[in-house]
């Protein structure tokens, strides 16, 4: 069953309400609640004085209600008397201050003191509620970012990091490339986090250095997850364990940090103003496939929009009819096995206090509980859905260190990983083709078309497993800015563009134009012209044949895009960036030839996907925009309203 919950933090309201509250939520069907993840002054109200009776009342009272428990660690926000008498325990930020520790988050992950703190709270609580019926799961910290604490165990932790990492000083100099602007290391104390004074930026910085750090970052986020698990693992083996991510500043590896949890978490919230613009690129079907990647299975989702946002800025637009229940179903349709709604009731106080929930403040009944009512008895009704996952011909390889190089050294003005990413995975949304986002050293044998955007830091070993999945009979596709750095960071030489990859495309870059937010043209072989913009690589083929050239500029006639038979497969090369029908049209041209079925027909904004096994199968249809929509699919006429979503059964039955 696909399970339906609500976030709720009974630490901040009046006793009396509790009951209350999971009377209203047990009727509506709500059968998991996450608590706890702010609450550790509440647990811990002076240093060693335990407080869980409270705690215990909460769960006994849910458990009476057949509500279980998602228990978070409440770790994001010790109690002030921490900070008080410990500072060392506060993070230093990039400009190398400490924080003042008055809103959250400020803790240092790395300091001993807090994790001392850290691990009493949590084997506190797991001694007393680990392997209890009533916790479904544990959720770690929250909202994890990759660790950019300036402090001096930070800074420590980064060198003693590059030492075991390349053991001379003189084989850190040479992989960073060291000899410009007089930068070489002549003792690992000299390396410190980038601290950001003077409007210094990151990106004056050393690439290869600022990769490095970026790696550490992560790796010391991951290193607090795992410390956390293992802690909650020593009092319960079997703890269904996860952390729920978000895409913010700081984007860790999340693929290595959920290596040692149960199942990936993410908090969705998708937008409630859809922008005018058709090319704008809004849909969070993107990342809701890219969080299925970090375990390449089904996930949860540990905040769902449940009312219009508005902390820390001004309250966003409410959300319209039905967009409340499409959204919730659009993560469900990409592999979502639980979503639980931020939040039950409106905060009353903090920061928070106009970031809706479900519940106003008036705390009667409305139109999202209605449709949250909705939502849960269909989920309910449809049996065997939380059995089923997506299965993918397609996938697109995603990286942290193109993320990482690419976000420090934007490499035209609005150049970003993700564009390309998105511009792809919508074309697939759009065509009805499921595809796995996943990371470099996938098995790729269960695919027939792999998308490589931005292939922009090297790994070897991933050149080579391309060359060989496409040798053996299928498509890759690369980009623009592909091989043009080695695994360091520092530029490779002695060899044009795409380097690594001119033998797999069969061509070469003789010339590059970042022309930002310019826009030009490109037409294709077939006589469709698309527009252009970001970046133009001047294209020369060698082997591959024109797909598409440029029609503006001093290179008008050169190639812009192109494809290379390789092996018995093929390789294409894409040297810009497009419009969104470029990439439509490119991708049903090449599932066609891999034999990967589409639907050509959906109107724009539109996504499909299927979530299957061996004995049934439900294909999803979402309108994920503000305007009816309507097309044909196996000779019947489908109609959606903004944001509705429908499922069609295997047996051709609509639910
Ligand atoms: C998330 C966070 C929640 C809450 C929510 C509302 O990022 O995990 O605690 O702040 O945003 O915006």
């Not at 809701?288 to 970090?294: I, K």
């Not at 390889?397 to 792809?424: C, H, V």
Request: charged share 20%.
């Amino acid at each position: 069953m696909i399970l339906t919950g609500v976030d709720y933090y009974p630490e901040q309201w009046d006793e009396s309400l509790w009951e209350s509250d999971a009377e209203r939520m047990a009727v509506l069907g709500i059968r998991v609640v996450r608590i706890g993840e702010f609450a550790w002054s509440a647990l811990e109200p002076e240093e060693n004085t335990f407080h869980f009776e409270w705690l215990d009342k909460v769960i006994q009272i849910f458990t009476r209600y057949h509500i279980s428990i998602i228990l978070g660690t409440p770790t994001n926000c010790p109690p002030r008397w921490m900070f008080q008498k410990y500072p060392e325990t506060v993070q230093q930020n990039q400009s190398g201050q400490r924080l003042q520790p008055n809103i959250r988050g400020e803790r240092c992950i790395s300091s001993p003191v807090f994790l001392k703190f850290a691990e009493r709270i949590i084997e506190n609580m797991a001694a007393r509620y680990g392997g209890k019926e009533s916790i479904y799961a544990w959720q770690i910290d929250n909202e994890l970012e990759s660790n950019h604490c300036t402090c001096s165990y930070c800074t420590h932790a980064f060198q003693k990091w590059a030492e075991k990492k390349y053991k001379t000083i003189q084989k850190l100099n040479k992989a960073w490339g060291t000899a410009m602007w007089s930068g070489t290391y002549s003792d690992w104390e000299q390396i410190e986090p980038p601290i950001l004074t003077e409007g210094r930026k990151t990106d004056w910085y050393n690439p290869a250095y600022m990769l490095d750090y970026e790696r550490f970052c992560s790796e010391s986020s991951a290193e607090y997850v795992q410390f956390q698990c293992s802690i909650i693992r020593r009092y319960d083996p079997n703890a269904v364990i996860t952390t729920n991510s978000c895409f913010g500043k700081y984007t860790p590896d999340y693929h290595s940090m959920y290596q040692t949890l149960n199942v990936a978490g993410y908090d969705n919230y998708p937008p409630t103003a859809i922008p005018d613009d058709p090319q704008a690129l809004y849909s969070n079907a993107f990342v809701l496939d890219l969080v299925r990647g970090f375990k390449q299975k089904n996930f949860w989702i540990l905040e769902q929009l449940g009312g219009p946002m508005g902390c820390w800025m001004p309250i966003k637009k409410q959300l319209v009819p039905g967009m409340m229940n499409g959204y919730a179903m659009q993560a469900v349709a990409h592999g979502a096995d639980l979503v639980s709604f931020f939040r039950w009731r409106t905060a009353a106080s903090g920061a928070e206090m106009f970031c809706y929930g479900l519940l106003n403040h008036d705390n009667h009944d409305n139109a999202r509980i209605a449709e949250l009512k909705e939502y849960i008895q269909r989920v309910n009704k449809i049996n065997g859905l939380s059995d089923t996952s997506l299965i993918s011909q397609a996938a697109m390889i995603y990286s942290p260190d193109q993320e990482y190089s690419i976000k420090n050294q934007a490499q035209s003005e609005g150049f970003a990983y993700w564009t390309q990413m998105r511009l792809f995975h919508e074309a697939c949304m759009n065509l009805g083709v499921n595809i796995d986002i996943i990371p470099e050293g996938t098995d790729l044998s269960k695919y027939k078309t792999v998308i490589v955007p931005e292939y922009f830091v090297v790994h070897q070993k991933t050149v080579e497993q391309l060359e060989e999945f496409a040798g053996n009979g299928n498509s890759v596709i690369i980009t623009n800015r592909s091989g043009v750095k080695d695994e360091n960071g520092c530029c490779i030489i002695n060899d044009y563009l795409p380097t690594v990859f001119t033998k797999l495309c069969g061509c070469h870059v003789t010339e590059t134009d970042a022309i930002g937010t310019l826009k030009q043209r490109i037409r294709s072989v077939h006589g469709g012209v698309y527009q252009v913009t970001s970046w133009c690589d001047l294209v020369e083929c060698d082997t591959c044949e024109p797909v598409a050239e440029y029609l503006d500029s001093w290179y008008a006639g050169t190639a812009a895009v192109t494809v290379n038979k390789y092996g018995k497969g093929k390789a294409y090369y894409i040297g810009t960036v497009g419009e969104k029908n470029l990439y439509r049209s490119l991708m049903l041209e090449i599932f066609s030839q891999d034999g990967i079925p589409t639907i050509d027909n959906l109107p724009a904004g539109i996504e499909s996907t299927v979530r299957s096994n061996p004995n049934m199968q439900f294909r999803f249809f979402f309108n994920n925009t503000e305007k009816a929509a309507g097309f044909i699919y196996h000779h019947e006429s489908v109609s959606l309203k903004p944001f509705e979503m429908k499922i069609l059964t295997q047996s051709g039955e609509w639910i």
